[in-house]
Structures are given as structure tokens and as C-alpha cells.
T-cell receptor, first 117, second 116 residues
Framework: DARVTQTPRHKVTEMGQEVTMRCQPI?????VFWYRQTMMQGLELLAY????????DSGMPKDRFSAEMPDATLATLKIQPSEPRDSAVYFC???????????????FGSGTRLTVV | SQQGEEDPQALSIQEGENATMNCSYKTSINNLQWYRQNSGRGLVHLIL?????REKHSGRLRVTLDTSKKSSSLLITASRAADTASYFCATDAGNAGGTSYGKLTFGQGTILTVHP
């Protein structure tokens, strides 16, 4: 089965350090999302790309977060400097060019669990 | 803010029983999707229903959509212990770029526990 691959799976870092999370979307998918999941806020959309162009990053704190797609096979989410409140699970998801198909929806990666101490 | 509100927040049933979860949303949508999340894992797509559809079936899953009430329900029939997970509805309102699909906005989820 085609998968969305996220690295690293777990990351523990000290406050103030830079964190980079990576996502390899499914080949041929050109819609990519970054979500953050916490117990308090649930699943929040951070950024949304189509054809590598950002369509919506209004949910992302711009002062410390940045999201890019250097090429069609890689999406990155960076936090600099990281803070304890950034501790969460970060998910990447990708979708086909024509939008979610009835049998497929969007495919999520397994997530990066970030802990900032 | 979350578009979808799910009800109940938690549901505990016995194997073989049916489980019904509800989702309400606020704005017009292009489609609504349901996802499952096992503890510590990513989300898995279950079913998608478009705004012009009223009911969809997939195996033991049945989804209804009432756009006049801005609500949807997910029914899992003959539940199994393996169905234990969190279930999320997600709405897709389309986007201003003219495409019929866009970002997903998730509800808070229903935690389903199925006892053997």
C-alpha cells in the first residue's frame, strides 16, 4: 500500500532548539497538509499545499513555524525556536490531484511526536 | 476553531452491538469524511459522503448526511473489539480557487470502546 512517510517518529528537544519534521507524500499526490494534534485543541490545520504552493497557513504561528515543499516528494515543517507548548503530535497528509476520492479520502502519515522540555 | 462537534464524546458498548456517532457542523460543505484513529497511530479514512448524497454504505459502516440540519451520523453495525478507536468527522468546504475540494476541518472525536 502507498504510504505517507514522516520522520522522525519521535523527537525530544530542549526549549529554544530548532526542530525539523519531514514528510514524503504519496507519489503523485500534490495536495499536502500539516496538522497538529493535542488533547486540548484536537486536530488543528497548520498548513496546506497544492502543487507545492501554500494555499492556507493561517493556522500556523508565523513567528516560529515555517512550512515548505522543496520538491514534490518532500514537505518540511520547522519550528524555531521551539517552546514547551509546541509539544504535540504533528501529522502530514496527502491527497490526489483531483481531490479526495470516495474510497480514499486523504492519507495520513503516522505522525511525529514532539516533546519540548 | 473546530468546524465539527461530535456526540457523544465517549461511547462504551459490548461486542455485537451497534455504535452510532453524530457530527454537527456550522458552514456549507462540499463533502464530509469520517476517519478512525487507533491509539498512538495516524488517521485512517473510512468513508466520504458528498453534499448531494444522503446516505453511504461501506461494509459495516453506514453514514448519513443531512445538509439542512448540518449534521451527519456514523453507524457501525455488529461492532467488534477491533473497532475500539477514536472516530472523527471532517468537513471539506471546498476553496475559493474554484476547486470542489479543500482543507479538512476536524471535530473533537468520539472515543469508542467495544468490550469483548
Amino acid at each position: 500500500d502507498a504510504r505517507v512517510t514522516q520522520t522522525p517518529r519521535h523527537k525530544v528537544t530542549e526549549m529554544g532548539q530548532e526542530v525539523t519534521m519531514r514528510c514524503q507524500p504519496i507519489l503523485g499526490h500534490n495536495t499536502v497538509f500539516w496538522y497538529r494534534q493535542t488533547m486540548m485543541q484536537g486536530l488543528e490545520l497548520l498548513a496546506y499545499f497544492r502543487n507545492r504552493a501554500p494555499l492556507d497557513d493561517s493556522g500556523m504561528p508565523k513567528d516560529r513555524f515555517s512550512a515548505e515543499m522543496p520538491d514534490a516528494t518532500l514537505a518540511t515543517l520547522k519550528i524555531q525556536p521551539s517552546e514547551p507548548r509546541d509539544s504535540a503530535v504533528y501529522f502530514c497528509a496527502s491527497g490526489p490531484n483531483r481531490g479526495p476520492l470516495p474510497g480514499n479520502g486523504y492519507t495520513f502519515g503516522s505522525g511525529t511526536r514532539l516533546t519540548v522540555v | 476553531s473546530q468546524q465539527g462537534e461530535e456526540d457523544p464524546q465517549a461511547l462504551s458498548i459490548q461486542e455485537g452491538e451497534n455504535a452510532t456517532m453524530n457530527c454537527s457542523y456550522k458552514t456549507s460543505i462540499n463533502n464530509l469524511q469520517w476517519y478512525r484513529q487507533n491509539s498512538g497511530r495516524g488517521l485512517v479514512h473510512l468513508i466520504l459522503i458528498r453534499s448531494n448524497e444522503r446516505e453511504k454504505h461501506s461494509g459495516r459502516l453506514r453514514v448519513t448526511l443531512d445538509t439542512s440540519k448540518k449534521s451527519s451520523s456514523l453507524l457501525i453495525t455488529a461492532s467488534r473489539a477491533a473497532d475500539t478507536a477514536s472516530y472523527f468527522c471532517a468537513t471539506d468546504a471546498g476553496n475559493a480557487g474554484g476547486t470542489s475540494y479543500g482543507k479538512l476541518t476536524f471535530g473533537q472525536g468520539t472515543i469508542l470502546t467495544v468490550h469483548p
